[in-house]
């Protein structure tokens, strides 16, 4: 009897235990809960806008979202509610807390709101990967075509008339239109004999994913119905994926309609009248446009821009403007909520969270600089942004894809030679913006190429800083001494002056895996700190006239990319080497000698 009463007791004593333990849980792990909570509620906020602009944008085209994507958003509203209840009360249910967290003044009321924490959480990492993709249904007939009066176009006259002439074809049925965000494409339609309005089933505008035209309702065009489908994207795999008969580019404005455009927003006054002021609008418009032969002009940069100075009367107004949108235009905010915001919506299309990064990599390059498409993949990989992996020409192919993917989202522009790839000015400025959080951690990357920089920049916090990018300045000495922790990319190129760097500037740098000092003609002397850099995966040395390489470079147990002029002789501890693929007795294994070109 004894022996079952023990038995019993100590089932008891367990359920107990365990019963005890998984109530005190909400408190001991209340505050790594409340962290998580607080990580995951911006991006339970980002996919709710998201979708609700994509069924925004369907709606305008006749389409009406699904029950599904309703349902979503309601719960993630709600959800939303709740978590910004339990953050508000986050303070004072933390100040109950004692004894490291292990104990509360009040437990039961503590218990309770641990239980909600725990909850809601779980709820909003379910919810979050339940998200739709924003399925839509036809409500009904297609919108009727109707003429709009309009103001005439300017510069997109040939592609308006060689659209028209496309859709009087009979094997079109179905016309892609692709370019970069921030053009207003009108489709004039009449009626003709040859071609009736309502045979034009759907003018999609701006899509992002392929549509299955008979799930919305819209028979597939044949040359028996004669139906015609045009659409617009930002992509050129969209028009792929559509199975476009054909597929036009809507080409940027060369420098003359793009002047014209810019100058519209000043009818009715006298701004332009200032000779000074005139020539100061000139500058803008060629930011706005984003230089080199030929300029390429952005329609809705030169719009919301020329809107913004139409009224300002005085130079340093103008200058101010030049200025902003020289260092950043995220900080100008007709340009942030009217542009940055709207070309992001390409950049929150890229499905790969990879091509996110690679793409917000491609700002640290020199504005309308030609970009080495070798240079970018061998970046990318020492970044790890891409995994090498242990195959490194399908590696070197999966960076060049990505290249190709950016291109075609119209995202990164072809240059006159296939080796090369640019970025426009504005798309520039919006990739800053996304990796400075938008705009709030300004630091994160630092940009100052082509800057006339005649000594380091000022630096609020040099721990934020991530990537760091200096290029065609006329620093001649560096001899600061920063606290990098965060630093994993430092390009400090093509500089005639910069004859010194100090030894101490390499100090405190423990993650940098990117040192591309090449081109800097008269740079003879690397300090031995630069054996620091053990994190170092990529350098650059090439065309520089260094004479003596640290003896420490047998650290660099990760490098795999080294550059440097293998023609010539060099000093390392105290002997005359010859280079080139005897690099490897100094400890660097699978080390690669190249001379990229940037710029």
């Given at each position: 009897?004894g022996?079952?009463?023990s038995?019993?007791?100590?089932s008891?004593l367990?359920?107990?235990?365990?019963l005890?333990?998984?109530?005190?849980k909400y408190i001991?792990?209340?505050e790594d809960?409340?962290k998580?909570?607080?990580?995951?509620k911006?991006?339970?906020?980002?996919?709710?806008?998201y979708?609700q602009e994509?069924l925004e944008?369907?709606?305008?085209?006749?389409?009406?979202?699904?029950?599904r994507?309703?349902?979503?958003i309601?719960k993630v509203?709600?959800i939303?509610?709740?978590v910004?209840k339990?953050?508000?009360?986050?303070?004072?249910?933390i100040?109950?807390?004692?004894?490291?967290?292990?104990?509360s003044?009040n437990?039961?009321?503590?218990y309770?709101?641990?239980?909600?924490v725990?909850?809601?959480?779980?709820?909003?990492?379910?919810?979050?990967?339940?998200?739709?993709?924003?399925?839509v249904?036809?409500?009904g007939p297609?919108?009727?075509?109707?003429?709009?009066?309009?103001?005439?176009?300017?510069?997109?006259?040939?592609?308006l008339?060689?659209t028209w002439?496309l859709?009087?074809e009979?094997d079109v049925g179905?016309?892609?239109?692709?370019?970069?965000?921030g053009?207003?494409v009108?489709?004039f339609?009449?009626?003709?004999?040859d071609?009736?309005v309502?045979k034009?089933?759907?003018?999609?505008?701006d899509i992002?994913e392929?549509?299955?035209?008979?799930?919305?309702?819209i028979?597939l065009?044949?040359?028996?119905?004669?139906?015609?489908?045009?659409?617009?994207?930002?992509?050129?795999?969209?028009?792929?994926?559509?199975r476009?008969?054909?597929?036009?580019?809507?080409?940027?404005?060369?420098?003359?309609n793009?002047?014209?455009?810019f100058?519209?927003?000043?009818?009715g006054?006298?701004?332009?009248s200032?000779?000074?002021?005139?020539?100061?609008?000139?500058q803008?418009?060629?930011k706005?446009?984003?230089?080199?032969p030929?300029?390429?002009?952005?329609?809705?940069?030169?719009n919301?821009?020329?809107e913004t100075?139409?009224?300002?009367?005085?130079?340093?107004e103008?200058?101010c403007?030049?200025?902003?949108?020289?260092s950043?235009?995220?900080?100008?905010?007709?340009v942030?909520d009217?542009?940055?915001?709207?070309?992001k919506?390409s950049y929150?299309?890229?499905?790969?969270?990879?091509v996110?990064q690679?793409f917000q990599?491609?700002?640290?390059?020199p504005?309308?600089?030609?970009?080495?498409k070798?240079v970018?993949?061998e970046?990318?990989?020492?970044?790890r942004?891409?995994?090498?992996?242990?195959?490194?020409?399908?590696?070197?192919?999966?960076?060049h894809k990505?290249?190709g993917?950016?291109?075609r989202?119209?995202l990164l522009m072809?240059v006159?030679?296939?080796e090369?790839?640019?970025?426009?000015?504005v798309?520039?400025?919006?990739a800053l913006?996304?990796?400075?959080?938008?705009?709030?951690?300004?630091e994160?990357?630092i940009?100052?190429?082509?800057?006339g920089?005649?000594e380091?920049?000022?630096?609020?916090d040099?721990?934020?800083?991530?990537?760091m990018s200096?290029?065609?300045?006329?620093?001649?000495?560096?001899?600061?001494s920063?606290?990098?922790l965060?630093?994993?990319?430092?390009?400090?190129?093509?500089?005639g002056?910069?004859?010194?760097?100090?030894?101490?500037?390499?100090?405190?740098?423990?993650?940098?895996?990117?040192l591309?000092?090449s081109?800097?003609?008269?740079?003879?002397?690397?300090?031995?700190?630069v054996?620091?850099?053990?994190s170092?995966?990529?350098?650059?040395?090439?065309r520089?006239?260094l004479?003596n390489l640290?003896e420490?470079?047998?650290?660099?147990?990760?490098?795999?990319y080294?550059?440097?002029?293998?023609?010539?002789r060099?000093?390392?501890?105290?002997?005359?080497e010859?280079l080139?693929?005897?690099?490897?007795e100094?400890?660097?294994?699978e080390?690669?000698?190249k001379?990229?070109?940037v710029?």
């Open positions: 009897m022996n079952v009463d038995s019993v007791l100590s008891g367990q359920a107990a235990k365990k005890l333990f998984e109530k005190a001991l792990d209340l809960h409340l998580d909570l607080e990580k995951v911006p991006d339970l906020e980002d996919a709710k806008v979708l994509k944008m369907n709606a305008r085209n006749g389409l009406r979202r699904h029950e994507c309703k349902d979503w309601s509203e709600a939303e509610r709740k910004t339990l953050l508000e009360d986050k303070t004072a249910e100040e109950r807390l004692s004894m490291c967290g292990f104990c003044s437990f039961f009321l503590t309770c709101y641990g239980k909600d725990l909850e809601t959480l779980e709820e909003v990492q379910s919810l979050l990967p339940s998200k739709p993709s924003g399925e249904v036809r409500t297609p919108p009727r075509i109707e003429e709009i009066a309009t103001e005439p176009t300017v510069g997109l006259e040939k592609m008339e060689t002439s859709l009087m009979k179905i016309l892609g239109l692709y370019g970069m965000g053009f207003e009108v489709i339609v009449w009626v003709s004999r071609l009736q309502e034009i089933q759907n003018a999609i505008d992002w392929k549509m299955d035209l008979k799930k919305i309702g028979p065009p044949s040359q028996e119905n004669g139906s015609k489908v045009v659409f617009t994207t930002r992509s050129k795999d969209v028009c792929a994926r559509m476009s008969h054909h597929v036009l580019e809507v080409k940027k404005l060369d420098e003359e793009a002047w014209e455009l100058r519209r927003n000043f009818r006054n006298n701004t332009l200032d000779p000074e002021i005139l020539k100061l609008a000139r803008l418009c060629e706005c446009e984003g230089s080199g030929p300029c390429e002009g952005l329609p809705l940069a030169l919301v821009i020329g100075m139409a009224y300002k009367t005085s130079v340093p103008w200058q403007a030049i200025d902003d949108l020289d950043n235009a995220g900080g100008y905010p007709e942030e009217e542009i940055l915001k709207i070309l919506f929150d299309d890229l499905k790969d969270e990879r996110k690679c990599y491609c700002a640290l390059f504005q309308d600089a030609g970009i080495d070798d970018l993949v970046y990318w990989i020492s970044e942004i891409i995994d090498e992996g242990g195959d490194r020409k399908r590696t070197i192919n999966e960076g990505i290249i993917d950016l291109v989202a119209c072809t006159d030679t296939s090369k790839v640019k970025m426009h000015d798309l520039r400025q919006m913006w996304v990796a400075s959080s938008f705009g709030e951690k300004d994160n990357f940009v100052k190429t082509c800057a920089l005649k380091m920049p000022k630096v609020t040099w721990k934020a800083v991530r990537r200096l290029g065609r300045n006329e620093i001649r000495d560096i001899s600061i920063p606290d990098c965060n630093l994993t990319t430092l390009l400090l190129t093509r500089s002056t910069l004859v010194n760097i100090s030894g101490k500037f390499f100090q405190s740098m423990p993650k940098l895996v990117i591309d000092l081109t800097n003609i008269n740079l003879a002397k690397l300090p031995e700190e054996s620091n850099l053990v170092l995966r990529h350098l650059d040395l090439s520089t006239c004479e640290p420490g470079l047998g650290k660099f147990i990760q490098l795999r080294f550059a440097l002029r293998v023609d010539r060099y000093q390392v501890n105290g002997k005359f010859r080139g693929d005897k690099y490897q100094y400890g660097c294994f080390t690669s000698f001379y990229p070109q710029g």
